[in-house]
């Protein structure tokens, strides 16, 4: 069992900057972050492989990036130019299968965290 804690949410104004953090207990092949918003469906942020390799939705790209530290086990997200559709609670994910399997839209990640309130009021 992997226990993933995330960190790094809060308030900011639309066009800030918030870093988000999800430290996982263990080394784990996949990281990603999710979003939520209050009556929406969950939406893939971004994913990273152990190997390197990331994915980015088109409604962030260019704006958030996800970086991974291996020797510290935590995920980050880099969140520039904010936006209130930005709003929605966050949720890393991880998983021991690779990206390119777990990036399938129908895939449930494994370890969830409780997720973090990103709040960009405009």
């Known amino acids: 069992q992997v226990q993933l804690v995330e960190s790094g949410g809060g308030s900011v104004q639309a066009g800030g900057s918030l870093r988000l953090s999800c430290t996982a207990s263990?080394?784990?092949?996949?990281m990603a972050w999710f979003r939520q918003a209050p009556g929406k469906e969950r939406e893939g942020v971004a994913g990273?492989?152990?190997?390197?390799?990331?994915d980015h939705s088109d409604s962030v790209k260019g704006r958030f990036t996800i970086s991974r530290d291996s020797a510290k086990n935590t995920a980050y997200l880099q969140m520039n130019s904010l936006k209130p559709e930005d709003t929605a609670i966050y949720y890393c994910?991880?998983?021991?299968?690779?990206?390119?399997?777990?990036?399938?839209?129908?895939?449930?990640?494994?370890?969830w965290g409780q997720g973090t309130q990103v709040t960009v009021s405009s």
């Open positions: 994910a991880a998983d021991s299968r690779p990206l390119w399997v777990v990036r399938d839209p129908e895939y449930d990640y494994k370890y």
């Open positions: 263990a080394n784990i092949r996949t």
């Open positions: 990273q492989d152990s190997d390197g390799e990331t």
